[in-house]
């Protein structure tokens, strides 16, 4: 969560931002005792900026996050090996190989929990379990 809001507290020295309403969301993350984690409701494109800004942290140093975020939602940061732009890339399950997409819609390695989220009209994951 620490990679998170640094993350979103830097947004506004950055060249690409966060997703739209990524700050909101992890400003109210609960911590859940029960599974370990921090749970919070997002959209497909707000799963992939939290990838690019664990792809950020890495940079400094640490990889712990991006590496477990990777294994937990299939999705993970890493530079294009043409031109070295960082590029989304889902990990499919069981696979063993990554493939570059436009979107995030790979199966995930955990099974992920949807809902509509009724104040937005959106499809929502909440991340765990």
Same mark, same amino acid.
């Given at each position: #969560?620490t +990679?998170?809001r640094r993350?979103v507290?830097?947004?506004?020295? !950055?060249?690409?931002?966060? +997703?739209?309403?990524?700050a909101?969301?992890?400003?109210?993350?609960a911590?859940?005792?029960?599974?370990?984690?921090?749970r919070m409701h !997002?959209?497909e494109?707000? @799963? =992939?900026s939290? =990838?690019?800004? !664990?792809? !950020?942290?890495?940079?400094? /140093?640490?990889?712990a996050e991006?590496?477990?975020? =990777?294994?937990d939602? /299939?999705?993970?940061?890493?530079?294009?090996?043409?031109?070295g732009?960082? &590029? =989304?890339?889902? @990990?499919a399950?069981?696979?063993?190989?990554a493939?570059a997409?436009?979107?995030?819609?790979?199966?995930?390695?955990?099974? #992920? &929990?949807f809902?509509?989220?009724?104040?937005?009209?959106e499809?929502v994951?909440?991340?765990?379990g």
């Amino acid at each position: #969560m620490t +990679a998170l809001r640094r993350f979103v507290s830097v947004a506004p020295e !950055l060249n690409t931002q966060p +997703a739209d309403g990524l700050a909101d969301r992890v400003r109210t993350a609960a911590f859940n005792r029960e599974d370990n984690r921090w749970r919070m409701h !997002l959209t497909e494109t707000q @799963i =992939a900026s939290v =990838a690019y800004g !664990l792809y !950020l942290y890495r940079l400094t /140093g640490s990889e712990a996050e991006a590496n477990r975020f =990777a294994r937990d939602y /299939g999705v993970v940061y890493r530079p294009c090996p043409d031109t070295g732009v960082p &590029t =989304a890339v889902t @990990i499919a399950q069981g696979a063993g190989a990554a493939r570059a997409v436009g979107t995030v819609a790979a199966r995930r390695r955990r099974p #992920m &929990t949807f809902e509509l989220c009724e104040s937005e009209g959106e499809l929502v994951r909440e991340p765990g379990g």
